[in-house]
C-alpha cells in the first residue's frame, strides 16, 4: 500500500512537472510573448525550480572519461569485473597506465547509489587504479536471485577483493565502514591472501553509542518490530523485482531531507534567485546537486532490518558479539592491515568518535598501523566530497597507502 501510493504521487508529480517545465519555457521563450510581460522571468524560475524538483530519476552516470596522471591527461573506461545480482565490481581502466595501487571504493548501500562517491572516484584516479562497488536496485532485482542481508554484503566484499588480487586497498564511505571492517577481520582469521593492505574508514558508524546523532536516536528510540511493520513495504508487480521485500529509497530520502528541511528550503531559494538573476551557472550548481540526492534506490528488508538491529541496536561490531554466518567476527585477528579513520568535525549522520572507536577496538595491531584524522569544518558529505576531501582528506588517504603498500 506505501508503495503503490508513491507510485501514484510521483505519477501526479510527474505530469505536474512536465507542465511546469513547459510552463517555464513559455515564460522565457524569447519567441513567447509571455516572456516581454512584466514578472515574466520571476514566473518562468519559480516553474523551473518546481520542474527540477518533481523530475523523476534514474540510477545516473558517473560520466568520468578522462583524468590527468602525471602530465598528461588519459582517458578513463569503465569496466565490469565482477558482475553478481545485488552489486557489481567496477573499475575505472586508466588508458596506458598500467601499476599503481589497487583501491577498492566501498560505496554505501542507503538509498543511494554509488554515482554519489563521482567526487571520492574522481580525486583518487590520478594516482589509483579505482574500483567500485556498484549497488543495484533492490526493486531490480527479480525475486529468482534470492536474498541479500549483511551477511551476504560481507561475502561480496571478499570476493570482490580476491576478483583484485592482493596487495588491494580499501576506502570504505559511511554505512559500510561495519561490513568492511567484519570483512577484514574475517580475512586476517583466515590469513586470506587478498586482505588489503589498509582499510580507510570515512564517517562510518563502527561505534554508535559515541556521540549519538539523531540518524542513531532514530534507530534505537523504537523496538525493531516497529520498522519490520512501518517501514518495509513491498516491490509492486510492475518492476523486475516485484515482490520483493524492500526499505523504499524514498523513504530514506524523506528522512534524510526532514533532518534539514530548513536548508534544504534555503537552497532552493537560492536557485529560485539564481535564475531570476540570470545566475544560471550557480543554479546549475544546485540541481547537479539535488539531481544525485534524490535519485535514490530501494534495499532490501532482510539488510536494512539486519543493519538496524546489528549496527545501531545491539552494537554487535563495538560489543564483540557480532557474527557472520554463525562465525564470531574477531577484530582482534587483525595483525597487518593498516587502519585510517576519518571524521568530519560537523558531522550530523555519524557523529565525531564513532569511527575513530575502530581504532582503540584492533587490539593486536601496532600503534604505527592505525591513524586517526579529523576534518576540521567538514560535514558528513564534505568527507567524500567538495574542496575538503580534495585538497585536505584524500591527500591522507594517499600518504597512507604509499606508507602501507
Known amino acids: 500500500m506505501l508503495y503503490a501510493a508513491h507510485e501514484w504521487q510521483k505519477s501526479m508529480l510527474t505530469s505536474a512537472g512536465a507542465w511546469a517545465s513547459w510552463g517555464a519555457e513559455m515564460w522565457s521563450s524569447p519567441a513567447s510573448p ?8 520571476v514566473m518562468a524560475s519559480a516553474l523551473e525550480v518546481f520542474a527540477h524538483a518533481a523530475a523523476p530519476r534514474g540510477k545516473p552516470a558517473f560520466g568520468l572519461t578522462h583524468t590527468t596522471v602525471g602530465d598528461r591527461e588519459v582517458a578513463v573506461t569503465e569496466e565490469i569485473v565482477l558482475a553478481k545480482p545485488f552489486g557489481q565490481l567496477k573499475r575505472f581502466a586508466r588508458d596506458g597506465i598500467e601499476g599503481g595501487p589497487k583501491l577498492l571504493i566501498v560505496a554505501p548501500m542507503s538509498g543511494h547509489y554509488a554515482t554519489l562517491l563521482r567526487g571520492t572516484v574522481e580525486r583518487m584516479l590520478p594516482v589509483a587504479d579505482v574500483h567500485i562497488t556498484d549497488w543495484a536496485d533492490a526493486k531490480l532485482v527479480p525475486l529468482s536471485d534470492g536474498r541479500f542481508d549483511l551477511d551476504d554484503y560481507i ?6 577483493l580476491e576478483a583484485m588480487g ?5 576506502l570504505a564511505v559511511c554505512q559500510p565502514s561495519v561490513p568492511c571492517y567484519a570483512a577484514v577481520a574475517l580475512m586476517s582469521a583466515d590469513a586470506h591472501p587478498c586482505r588489503p593492505k589498509t582499510l580507510t574508514m570515512m564517517g562510518g558508524p563502527v561505534d554508535t553509542r559515541e556521540a549519538p546523532t539523531a540518524v542513531n536516536t532514530l534507530a534505537t528510540k523504537r523496538p525493531h518490530a516497529w520498522f519490520q511493520h512501518n517501514v518495509i513495504a513491498t516491490v509492486p508487480a510492475g518492476y523486475p523485482g516485484g515482490g520483493r521485500r524492500v526499505y523504499p529509497g524514498f523513504l530514506q530520502l524523506a528522512g534524510f531531507m526532514s533532518m534539514n528541511l530548513g536548508d534544504h528550503m534555503q537552497s532552493h531559494w537560492e536557485m529560485f534567485k539564481h535564475l531570476v538573476r540570470g545566475d544560471d551557472e550557480s543554479a546549475d550548481q544546485s540541481k547537479d546537486f539535488y539531481e544525485e540526492y534524490r ?7 532482510e539488510f536494512y532490518l539486519q543493519t538496524i538491529d546489528v549496527v545501531f541496536q545491539t552494537h554487535a561490531l563495538p560489543m564483540g558479539t557480532m557474527r557472520h554466518r ?25 557523529g565525531l568518535g564513532q569511527t575513530k572507536a575502530a581504532l582503540t577496538l584492533a587490539t593486536n595491531l601496532p600503534a604505527d598501523k592505525k591513524r586517526y584524522y579529523m576534518a576540521e569544518g567538514a560535514g558528513h558529505y564534505g568527507i567524500f566530497n567538495g574542496s575538503k576531501w580534495r585538497t585536505k582528506i584524500a591527500p591522507v588517504v594517499e600518504e597512507w597507502m604509499a606508507a602501507n603498500s
Do not use: K, Q, W
Open 326 to 350: 554463525g562465525r564470531l567476527v574477531d577484530l582482534g585477528a587483525i595483525t597487518d592491515v593498516a587502519l585510517l579513520a576519518v571524521e568530519g568535525e560537523r558531522d550530523d549522520i555519524s
Open 34 to 41: 509571455f516572456a516581454y510581460m512584466g514578472g515574466g522571468n
Open 155 to 160: 561475502d561480496y566484499l571478499v570476493e570482490f
Open 295 to 301: 535519485s535514490v534506490c530501494d534495499m532490501t528488508a
Open 166 to 170: 592482493p596487495g588491494s586497498h580499501m
